[in-house]
T-cell receptor, first 114, second 114 residues
Framework: AQSVAQPEDQVNVAEGNPLTVKCTYS??????LFWYVQYPNRGLQFLLK??????LVKGSYGFEAEFNKSQTSFHLKKPSALVSDSALYFC????????????FGKGTRLHILP | DGGITQSPKYLFRKEGQNVTLSCEQN?????MYWYRQDPGQGLRLIYY???????QKGDIAEGYSVSREKKESFPLTVTSAQKNPTAFYLC?????????????FGPGTRLTVL
């Protein structure tokens, strides 16, 4: 069965510093990987996805993520954090030739400290 | 404006009552989804539909029902059989199958059982 893990419930980063939000996955076959962001009392917003091709994926708001097949990871990164990046971040995984479901991680709360 | 609307934003229900949550999209998406979000548990899939007049159970379908009579509408009924319905409910849609297409989310409905 496919699964996704976000090992950190919360990440604190000072404004201007680089940030990383970790995600690891388990799936048979090639994964499709996604990152979403959720602001308080709102729905999720899509940030970026990896389907195939270049392992470094660039997305919205200056975020990027690197697909690492050997480590089964898809960590979200940003070179310089903004206070407005504070939110709840979800990693998600699906796989081709499976049922039409995406599995979401439990989320990581990112706090950017001014 | 294209997007997904959910109503109401807040809903209060007495025990033993059925309630219906509305989800409408004007994105011309084929697939629609219902998720339940509880603190610290991420998103869990309740039901999904890839085409009009067809839908499948997700991971936590017990106590819920849906219909998909129109492409743009996917209402969710929380029945009295749902043991713990207090949660934040999110509706989403995607072009075609969601396994490699990003999902677009509505703003959510917060249901509280009194």
């Amino acid at each position: 069965a496919q699964s996704v893990a976000q090992p950190e419930d919360q990440v604190n980063v000072a404004e201007g510093n680089p940030l990383t939000v970790k995600c690891t996955y388990s799936v048979s076959g090639n994964p499709y990987l996604f990152w979403y962001v959720q602001y308080p009392n709102r729905g999720l917003q899509f940030l970026l996805k990896y389907i195939t091709g270049d392992n470094l994926v660039k997305g919205s708001y200056g975020f990027e993520a690197e697909f690492n097949k050997s480590q089964t990871s898809f960590h979200l990164k940003k070179p310089s954090a903004l206070v407005s990046d504070s939110a709840l971040y979800f990693c998600a995984v699906s796989a081709p030739n499976r049922d039409d479901k995406i599995i979401f991680g439990k989320g990581t709360r990112l706090h950017i400290l001014p | 404006d294209g997007g997904i609307t959910q109503s109401p934003k807040y809903l209060f229900r007495k025990e033993g009552q059925n309630v219906t949550l509305s989800c409408e999209q004007n994105l011309n998406h084929d697939a629609m989804y219902w998720y339940r979000q509880d603190p610290g548990q991420g998103l869990r899939l309740i039901y999904y539909s890839q085409i009009v007049n067809d839908f499948q159970k997700g991971d936590i379908a017990e106590g819920y029902s849906v219909s998909r009579e129109k492409k743009e509408s996917f209402p969710l009924t929380v029945t009295s059989a749902q043991k713990n319905p207090t949660a934040f409910y999110l509706c989403a849609s995607s072009i075609g199958q969601g396994v490699y297409n990003e999902q677009f989310f509505g703003p959510g409905t917060r249901l509280t059982v009194l």
